[in-house]
């Protein structure tokens, strides 16, 4: 099965990956390292620090800066995923990302059909609510103009909005798509420049000091209470493999995808710690972080507007809190961008329900994926931000990123080297992977949990969630004679031995 598997991966010959999934016909429409290196970056950068900062200072008991430390275990696990992703990308380099990636890893006819299916079935959910997320934002920093008429239907109706037209704009050519990526990377790259430069030139180093008590108590305890800033930090690093989705639509895929999502993860990575540095040493974190908890009943402003407020006038930080609705929803429109072509391409290759598999007639977009897309994130539009977060990333963190490590390790280990697919390769091969492996779980299991800390339950909502998928994937599989219920073999033998097949 493993050599059949790598033959097929090397000379793209398989059934369900013999035509690419989204090919366009002129080569140059495909996007190239930069087209790709923006679409990671804008994915990155709207879920990133603009949102983050106040959320994760207060995440921490005791809040503070010192998050910091939780944040960047967060980093360091998410860099080790990139070389991940950029193996897989480049060893497997078409469209649907972890989909096709968790597949080829466990096996097409085996438990690499259960894998993919659920890695899916978990993308109704974290998909949505990622894209969601950042839609929320933009109405937390239109807030800004005038907290007093903007509560919290309004907040909803502009989240809303700005998913409607994040959805019409990608009823587009793939040129015109990255185009549009590049040109609001753009904007973004500017509004981080321009923070750094305030930020560093209004500098306070004892803002950036930890509480009285902030590491008190064994190591235990003090990872447990900087938990909760990892899955910040996971959710601000969420973007640089945004590529992968659409690996069909690139360019030289074998060196773009990794090299791309490497790069943008360390860079960016880097970035955001700046960023954080910059920000906090501008506010001091005990005037807003209690804005930000769960149990305040009043609005809550875009961190980045008060922060120009501070540092400029409230002039400036208004023009400023458009450059970051810009960017926000920049990221988000990049996000749809990838993720429309996931259940898509699940649909073609045969392991997701088969009418995400239909393509518009004139647009040639995988409308019915992106349709699906949108209307599950207007779902999550009604919820907070903070609970959105925690539901993506719970569920993102055990089938995707735990996921794909272990089957890179399980793939690696069975199939000879010689029979694995061409491709890039990670260096220090596999300590980057144990690192992604130890430090995720980490991040999964201290999920809030009401049976395990009698807290809200998104990790007990998740596993039920994913026993449910389990479920609907054994029933469409006896439906359907997939694996465990495969049936295609023994058929090939019957024939086979068949004298009216012989003759």
């Given at each position: ?46 879920t990133g620090p603009f949102i983050s900062i106040p959320y994760t200072v207060s995440s921490v008991d005791p809040a503070g800066p010192h998050a910091l430390v939780g944040y960047s275990i967060a980093l360091v696990a998410c860099i080790c995923d990139s070389l991940i992703c950029g193996e897989l990308g480049s060893m497997f ?411």
């Amino acid at each position: 099965m493993a050599t059949e598997q790598a033959v097929n991966a090397n000379t793209h010959t398989e059934p369900s990956l013999d035509k690419p999934l989204a090919k366009p016909e002129d080569e140059e429409n495909k996007f190239g390292f930069w087209q790709a290196f923006g679409f990671n970056t804008m994915m990155m950068f709207g879920t990133g620090p603009f949102i983050s900062i106040p959320y994760t200072v207060s995440s921490v008991d005791p809040a503070g800066p010192h998050a910091l430390v939780g944040y960047s275990i967060a980093l360091v696990a998410c860099i080790c995923d990139s070389l991940i992703c950029g193996e897989l990308g480049s060893m497997f380099p078409y469209s649907g990302g972890s989909a096709t990636y968790l597949k080829h890893l466990y096996g097409e006819n085996t438990l690499g059909q259960l894998a993919a299916f659920m890695f899916l079935f978990q993308f109704l959910v974290a998909g949505p609510a990622e894209v969601a997320s950042g839609f929320i934002a933009i109405a937390e920093y239109l807030v800004y103009f005038d907290p007093d008429v903007l509560g919290y239907w309004s907040r909803v109706g502009i989240s809303l909005a700005a998913l409607t037209v994040s959805t019409l704009l990608l009823y587009r050519s793939n040129k015109e798509i990255g185009w549009i990526s590049i040109t609001l990377a753009a904007i973004t790259i500017g509004a981080v420049i321009l923070t750094l430069i305030f930020g560093f030139a209004n500098f306070n180093s004892e803002y950036l000091e930890a509480p009285k008590g902030a590491f008190d108590g064994s190591t235990g305890k003090v990872l447990m209470s900087l938990a909760a800033a990892t899955r910040f930090g996971v959710y601000d690093m969420t973007g640089y493999y945004d590529v992968c989705f659409m690996g069909d639509e690139v360019k030289n895929p074998r060196t773009t995808i990794p090299y791309s999502c490497i790069t943008t993860a360390v860079v960016i990575g880097i970035v955001y710690l700046f960023v954080y540095v910059s920000v906090l040493g501008v506010l001091d974190w005990r005037v807003f972080q209690e804005t930000y908890t769960d149990d305040f009943d009043g609005v809550q402003v875009g961190i980045m507007s008060l922060f120009f407020e501070e540092v400029v006038n409230s002039g400036f930080a208004k023009f400023f809190t458009i450059v970051v609705v810009l960017t926000i929803f920049g990221s988000v429109y990049s996000m749809m961008a990838g993720f429309q072509h996931l259940l898509y391409a699940g649909a073609k290759d045969g392991f997701f329900f088969e009418v995400f598999a239909r393509r518009h007639s004139v647009k040639d977009i995988p409308h019915v994926s992106l349709l699906t897309l949108a209307v599950l994130s207007a779902c999550w539009c009604f919820f907070s931000l903070d609970t959105v977060i925690d539901a993506m990333t719970t569920l993102l963190v055990f089938v995707q990123f735990i996921g794909q490590a272990i089957g890179l390790l399980y793939y690696r280990w069975v199939t000879p080297e010689e029979e694995q697919a061409e491709g890039w390769r990670m260096p220090l091969y596999p300590l980057p992977v144990i690192i992604q492996i130890v430090l995720f779980f980490f991040i999964f299991i201290t999920s809030p949990s009401y049976l395990l800390y009698g807290d809200d339950p998104i990790l007990d909502f998740s596993v039920v969630f994913l026993a449910i998928g389990v479920v609907l994937y054994m029933f469409r599989a006896k439906a359907q004679g997939g694996w465990p219920f495969d049936t295609k073999e023994d058929d090939k033998a019957i024939e086979a031995e068949s004298p009216v097949v012989a003759a």
